[in-house]
């Protein structure tokens, strides 16, 4: 069982260039999201969906755009990358709101 | 606004003995409550929930207490191990909103 699975887990890229955090669950789970996370601080909402073909904006939604056609993937893409958007990535999911999240290992980017 | 904090950035323990990590939250209709373990370089691993019709609930060597009166949240880990390092998050939402809010996160570290 894999879980919840994220690529790439490292990423550089410069400032302006655009790309695709991918993100894809196995559990069938309803409920995804993906979260921002800077040094020494919790857990930012980007955007979030409670299933296929529904998607809407966390605290901090500026920058990033996402879709959900399948149950299993959730992307989220990097219009124009900036280095405020340095970062680490995480995406989770979970059956609902209420019961327990499952995390991804996170993606780690730098835009320079 | 709605938030969820925490008292203390890092708590330091010995081995063995009992560990309480507190955390405050400022939503008088928040009715859910998670804990999280976050290892370095890893995505946040869920520990235990509460529900708001609850006081306390226990799982294997911890607990969470809950004090609806003061809002406030607590973790208790029971004989603290190596192991047990790392950032613990608390987190909460409510009837209606479609979304988790994180504290900023507690650092615990485990002396041998």
């Known amino acids: 069982n894999a879980g919840v699975t994220q690529t790439p887990k490292f990423q550089v890229l410069k400032t302006g260039q655009s790309m695709t955090l991918q993100c894809a669950q196995d559990m069938n789970h309803e409920y995804m999201s993906w979260y921002r996370q800077d040094p020494g601080m919790g857990l930012r909402l980007i955007h979030y969906?409670?299933?296929?073909?529904?998607?809407d904006q966390g605290e901090v939604p500026n920058g990033y755009n996402v879709s959900r056609s399948t149950t299993e993937d959730f992307p989220l893409r990097l219009l124009s990358a900036a280095p405020s958007q340095t970062s680490v990535y995480f995406c989770?999911?979970?059956?609902?709101?209420?019961?327990?999240?499952?995390f991804g290992q996170g993606t780690r980017l730098t835009v320079v | 606004g709605e938030s969820v904090g925490l008292h203390l950035p890092t708590l330091s323990v010995q081995e063995g003995d009992n560990s309480i990590i507190n955390c405050a939250y400022s939503?008088?209709?928040?009715?859910?409550f998670i804990w999280y373990k976050q290892e370095s370089g890893k995505g946040p691993q869920f520990i235990i929930d509460i529900r708001s019709n609850m006081d306390k609930r226990q799982g294997q060597r911890v607990t969470v207490l809950l004090n609806k009166t003061v809002k406030h949240l607590s973790l208790q880990i029971a004989a603290t191990q190596p192991g047990d390092s790392a950032v613990y998050f608390c987190?909460?939402?409510?009837?209606?909103?479609?979304?988790?809010?994180f504290g900023s996160g507690t650092r615990l570290q485990v002396q041998p």
């Open positions: 939503n008088s209709a928040s009715d859910y």
């Open positions: 987190a909460e939402t409510s009837t209606g909103r479609r979304a988790l809010t």
């Open positions: 989770a999911s979970s059956q609902t709101l209420y019961t327990e999240a499952f």
């Open positions: 969906s409670v299933g296929a073909g529904i998607t």
